[in-house]
Structures are given as C-alpha cells and as structure tokens.
C-alpha cells in the first residue's frame, strides 16, 4: 500500500469519525449540553467567588505578618521589668510551714505546745537522780 | 482563579461546544457504553473548568483530551475490578444480559438515508473494531492524532510523552490499521 492509499485511508477514518458525531440522539446532546452548562457555571462561580472574596488573601497576609511581626518583636526583648515576686514575706512564712516535714496537726494544737514551752523545768529530787544513778 | 473573566467562560463554553460531540464518540468508542462516555465528558469538561480555565486557549485541547483519556482510563480500571469482584462471587455480569440501550436503538436523528446510515455505520464498526485490537497507546495516538485532528505537539502533551513516540506510536497504529481494515475500506 502506497502513500496515497494510506493518506486515504486517514482521511477516510476521519470522515467516518467526524460522521458519526452528526447523527447523535438528542437526549446525548441535551446531557452534554447540561454538562458543558455546568461547567462553564462553575467557572463563573470560581470568577465571582475571587472577585468577591479578593480582599481576603492581602488581609490574610498581612494579619499573618502582623501576627509574626509581634511574636518576634515579644520572643527577641529582654525582660525590661523585674519579675513580679511570687510571694510576700508573710506568704514565704507560710509556704515554709506548709513545705516543711512536721506534722500539721501540730500546728493546730500551737496554743497547747505554746503553754507546754512557756512552763518552766521543773528540778528533779536529789534522791531521785540519785537512786536512780546508783541502781 | 483570579484571571478568569467573562470572555474566559464565553470562550470556555464555545471550546466545548466544539469538541463535546467528538469527545462523546472517542469516549463511547472506548468504554462501549453511552452513559460511561456521557459520564466521562461531563467529568472532563468540570475539571478542565475548575483547573484550567484560566489557562491560555490554546493549551485546552491537550488538557482536554489527557484528561478525558485519563477519565477512560479510570472507568476501565473500575470496571476491570468490579468483574473481578463480580467474578470471585459468581456473579459475573455479560454484556449480553444488560437491557438495549435506548440511545442506541433509537432513529438516527439526522433523518439520513437508510442505506447511507447503513454503510457509514459498517464503516465506522470496522473502524472501531480495527481500533479495538491496537494496543493502548497506538490508539490513543490514531485517535487523537486523526479522528481528533490534534496536531503532534499537542498530541504529545495530551499523551504525556514526547512527539517522537507520537510518530512511533501512530506509524505502527496506521500500519496495523491498514491491515485490519484492508484496501476495500479505504
């Protein structure tokens, strides 16, 4: 087979292709119009959702700025100011007593224990110690 | 989607009026199912839309079409699984038991004479037949490159492979085709 008979037959197929798109069934023709409907729908959708929302990327951008900006600005400055104390000299009192190892309840009886320190030794009899020494 | 103005879908809208019939066919020829090929096209047409509309004119054909063998693609894929599932069950579906297609079976709605629809119809079954026992590519190639008319570069980027393969892939497709189909055919 020559090349004319091959140009031919290309042309040919191409004819019967292009043919057999003539004769479609309108219910065929109506989907694809629906369906190229829709999609230039969704391109004018896509089109008025940038327009309308085309504030929305600058804004973002520059609230992210913005936002970083200040995070470093807060992350990078020394301390200018001393701390706020944690505890006042009455609170530091208290937070020995409740970190210490005594027991608390000793704490609630202090009115006992203040009696018991203020009474003074009494001696012990001579014979007593002595005896006692001795034995 | 920022560039997209009003000429943009005007323009969209006549690209796809001017390939959604040849589209169809190519589609139909493929999975051998109208509302496969129906599906196909309308998927096609959404996502070229919704991913390149703000693309130039010119670079639509190709996406078009690589996205439409791409859609073929898939509903073969699905449809090879499906079988299998349907296979491993014992429930394998034959062509021959699915209801006549009502699109198929209708009038020819051009109103052309009985016996000139008659050979124009065994013309194009001998074709799509021919087409049928061609690998994949070398199809792809004919059908782009001749039935669609692309011309090679475009044919490339729709294939997504270089321009030489393009004349490797369709010299070896029209060899085969010329002969399948014979000298009568032409």
Redesign the interface.
């Known amino acids: 087979m020559n090349n004319d008979s091959e140009t031919a037959l290309l042309h040919k197929a191409h004819a019967v292709f292009n043919d057999s798109t003539i004769g479609l069934h309108a219910r065929v023709l109506a989907r694809l119009r629906e369906a190229r409907k829709r999609a230039v729908a969704e391109t004018e959708r896509r089109r008025s959702f940038w327009r309308v929302h085309s504030w929305a990327l600058p804004t973002g951008a520059v609230a992210i700025l913005f936002v970083a900006a200040v995070g470093g600005l807060i992350w990078l400055s020394p301390a200018s100011q001393p701390a706020v104390p944690f505890l006042t000299g009455n609170d530091n009192a208290d937070m020995a007593i409740v970190l210490s190892n005594d027991n608390l309840d000793m704490y609630a009886d202090m009115d006992f224990y203040r009696w018991l320190g203020a009474r003074q030794p009494q001696p012990a009899p001579q014979g007593a110690t002595a005896g006692n020494n001795n034995g | 989607?920022?560039g997209?103005?009003?000429d943009?879908?005007a323009q969209?809208?006549t690209f796809?009026?001017g390939v959604?019939?040849?589209a169809?066919?190519i589609a139909q020829m493929a999975l051998r199912s109208?509302e496969d090929a129906?599906d196909a096209?309308?998927e096609t047409?959404?996502q070229?839309?919704?991913r390149y509309?703000q693309r130039p004119q010119a670079e639509w054909p190709p996406l078009f079409y690589c996205i439409l063998q791409s859609r073929i693609r898939d509903c073969q894929r699905r449809r090879a699984v499906r079988n299998r599932v349907m296979s491993f069950f014992g429930g394998q579906r034959d062509a021959e038991d699915d209801p006549p297609d009502?699109?198929e079976a209708?009038a020819?709605?051009?109103g052309?004479d009985p016996s000139e629809?008659l050979a124009?119809g065994e013309?194009?079954q001998a074709?799509e037949t021919a087409l049928d026992s061609l690998p994949a590519r070398q199809r792809e190639a004919?059908v782009l490159r001749?039935?669609e008319?692309l011309d090679v570069a475009d044919t490339a980027k729709a294939m997504g492979c270089s321009e030489g393969s393009v004349k490797t892939h369709l010299s070896r497709a029209?060899h085969s085709?010329?002969e399948t189909?014979g000298?009568h055919?032409?």
């Open positions: 989607m920022p997209v103005s009003l943009n879908a969209l809208n796809l009026a959604e019939r040849r169809f066919r109208p129906l096209v309308q047409m959404l070229l839309a919704r509309a009502p699109i209708a020819d709605p051009a052309r629809q124009q013309a194009m074709l004919f001749i039935l008319g029209v085709l010329r189909l000298e055919w032409a």
